[in-house]
């Protein structure tokens, strides 16, 4: 399997044109997915299906679509030799490294000795969810879960920011909605428009049931997203914009962030710390399961709601180059 | 007979990996990934069950859309291409 | 119930196996598809068959048949597209000698 | 010593390397992030390998499992993942604005362009 993921890096690296190589991470992605099954990380490897082959490759797909297919030659000669030599040494020297680390799969490694027991031991009888993964994302840790809600919701302002033309003010409108002629592509929409309703379904399914299996806020904005993105891909960006627009989509990218931050800011005002759920209810276990459940709605809003906008963002710049 | 269906699997994977490289075109890859991504779908299924963990289900659930998913795109960039140049040669 | 589902499980093999085969040793492009596309249909059925035959828990069953409804629906679909970008991309079918051959006169 | 014990924290320096050498060899943008995606993916690979334990069981609780592996790699990675997926895109806009202002994704014609100034 990992022999497998060094052959297709190996690959990326000679493959030459920019649409092989998106192929090649989109397989890539499936790839270290399937590895991360093996490894037992059933919530990691959801992440990565719908993100390292799905979304990556899609928003790579439209940027080459934006920029161009064409990929310059390596350089030749003493400027190839000089990165051989670096890349070469820095690897020999990691290598070393490894020699001291603990063998693979061993369970008195130094990562399972500190909280990870603890973990695993106490999540059944405080929070009462059996996904561990869920548990220690949006309960023991939930202050680190905000950061990097916020990290997306920033990457998501950037986005907007770094593509909106000069002189914008407020949300993009589509100004030339007749502008694109669109080939029909009968049979392919039809399908699709069976299938979405589908995909949006179970991104709902992956939602509220992260507690119990595989699943959560990440994962289902991803998946809610794709279904989306794939609307558009199919009927056109003005029919997309016209079903969600994008003004409601920026700001559901901050009601995400505020529910999450307005959950935190409930339990100070409840009298106990930050994002500490004990203040919801009677029973800890079920004011833990109100909390999780509010985070995760924050974050799946947030999610679906950041990558939404910045496939508009990029979609549109597509549009503008066509026309 | 579950295990050797997760031979057969790979064997397959590996086969349509093989392909995705050396491929003369662009749809000829775009194939191969294809068949890579639903026989990634299969060997997820069949893995859940040699593991005895049916959670695992719901990974195959989403690869199978995602893989459409990114086929689709794949085509809609090549169009794009084309219809560009069409524009071009029209002008 | 379970040996049922192993002889699905080896004929899903099998006809995944014919299918590489096919995808590897045709040399035209649309023969290709059609060794991919029309075995793997089958042999994703036969396959979540067989896997469906060997459990018996609820939950697992109705997820491979939402599998097996997204393959059905989705794989066609796909195979179909990409046929039709191929084709409108100028790749051309070849004849048995391996000769590409010409356009059809409508899309001249 | 098994020498497999080791594969794992191999495969991911060769492919950290890779990725590495995806970045600064190559002189097209979008490559260059598809390099660093490369590297990202395998440091991803390097957590969830050291938090396998083997013989260890999905983090799900269930009746009857004694054996889990380490949920908080999980959790790290889960969560960079999404985060990374944010980051490529901000730099696929960057990469874009970049094609609008010089017209090219190559590096050296961008600093070529860049040279009189």
């Keep these: 399997m990992l022999s497998l993921l060094v052959a297709t890096a190996v690959a990326l690296i000679r493959v030459r044109g920019l649409l092989a190589s998106i192929m090649l991470t989109s397989v890539y992605g499936l790839l270290s997915a399937s590895f991360f099954v093996i490894m037992d990380a059933v919530d990691v490897a959801f992440t990565e299906a719908a993100v390292g082959a799905g979304v990556s490759p899609l928003l790579l797909l439209l940027t080459v679509a934006i920029v161009g297919r064409k990929e310059a030659a390596p350089a030749q000669g003493r400027r190839a030799a000089m990165p051989i030599l670096l890349v070469t040494v820095t690897g020999a020297l990691l290598i070393i490294g490894t020699l001291d680390m603990p063998p693979f799969g061993a ?80 049979i392919v929409q039809v399908v699709s428009k069976l299938l979405i309703p589908f995909m949006l379904l179970f991104a709902c399914y992956v939602q509220f049931h992260g507690e119990y299996g595989p699943g959560g806020g990440f994962q289902a904005g991803v998946i809610f997203a794709s279904g989306i993105i794939l609307y558009g891909l199919l009927y056109g960006l003005p029919t997309v914009c016209r079903a969600i627009p994008p003004p409601v989509v920026e700001v559901l990218a901050a009601v995400g962030v505020l529910i999450y931050g307005l959950t935190g800011v409930l339990s100070l005002l409840g009298g106990s710390s930050f994002l500490d759920y004990g203040v919801f209810a009677d029973d800890p276990v079920t004011a833990q399961h109100i909390g999780i459940v509010c985070i995760e709605l924050g974050v799946g809003i947030t999610v679906a709601a950041v990558i939404i906008t910045i496939y508009y963002a990029f979609a549109r710049q597509q549009e503008r180059g066509r026309s | 007979m579950l295990a050797l269906t997760v031979v057969v699997i790979l064997l397959v994977m590996l086969v349509a990996l093989a392909r995705a490289f050396t491929a003369p075109n662009v749809f000829d890859r775009v194939l191969a990934a294809n068949l890579f991504g639903t026989k990634t779908v299969l060997l997820i299924a069949a893995l859940s069950y040699l593991s005895g963990s049916p959670d695992h289900l719901d990974i195959a659930v989403v690869y199978a859309l995602i893989n459409f998913i990114s086929v689709i795109g794949v085509l809609r960039v090549t169009e794009w291409r084309r219809e560009q140049r069409q524009n071009a040669v029209e002008e | 119930m379970e040996w049922v589902g192993n002889i699905c499980l080896f004929i899903g093999s099998f006809l995944l196996l014919t299918g590489a085969l096919g995808f590897l040793r045709f040399r035209d492009f649309y023969a290709r598809i059609h060794a991919c596309g029309i075995t793997e249909t089958l042999a994703t059925g036969f396959i979540l068959l067989g896997l469906f035959l060997h459990s018996d828990a609820v939950l697992p069953q109705i997820k491979l048949v939402m599998i097996l409804l997204f393959v059905l629906f989705s794989s066609p679909t796909a195979s179909h597209a990409l046929a039709k970008a191929a084709w409108n991309a100028g790749v051309r079918p070849r004849d048995s000698d391996g000769v590409r051959l010409p356009l059809p006169p409508s899309d001249q | ?116 100034c």
């Design chain 4, 1 to 116: 010593m098994d020498v497999f014990s080791y594969f794992n924290y191999w495969v991911v320096i060769a492919l950290m390397m890779l990725g590495f050498y995806i970045v600064i060899a190559r002189g097209n943008l979008v490559k260059k992030l598809i390099g660093l995606n490369i590297f990202q993916t395998s440091v991803f690979i390097l957590y969830i390998s050291a938090g396998k334990v083997s013989g260890g069981a999905a983090p799900i609780l269930a009746d009857g499992i004694a054996l889990y592996s380490n949920p908080l790699p999980h959790v790290l990675i889960l969560t960079a993942i999404v985060v990374g997926i944010a980051t490529t895109s901000v730099g696929l806009a960057l990469v874009v604005r970049i094609h609008a202002a010089y017209g090219s994704v190559e590096e050296d014609e961008i600093l070529e362009q860049d040279a009189p």
């Design chain 1, 107 to 186: 369970a008195d490694a130094p990562v399972h000795q500190h909280v990870a027991p603890y973990y695993l031991e106490q999540s059944g009888g405080e929070i009462g969810i059996p996904n561990v993964v869920t548990s220690v994302l949006a309960s023991y840790r939930a202050y680190d879960t905000l950061g990097e809600v916020l990290v997306i919701f920033t990457a998501g302002v950037a986005v907007i920011l770094a593509l909106a033309p000069p002189g914008q003010r407020g949300s993009f409108r589509l100004d030339d909605s007749s502008a694109t002629p669109f080939v029909p592509n009968t």
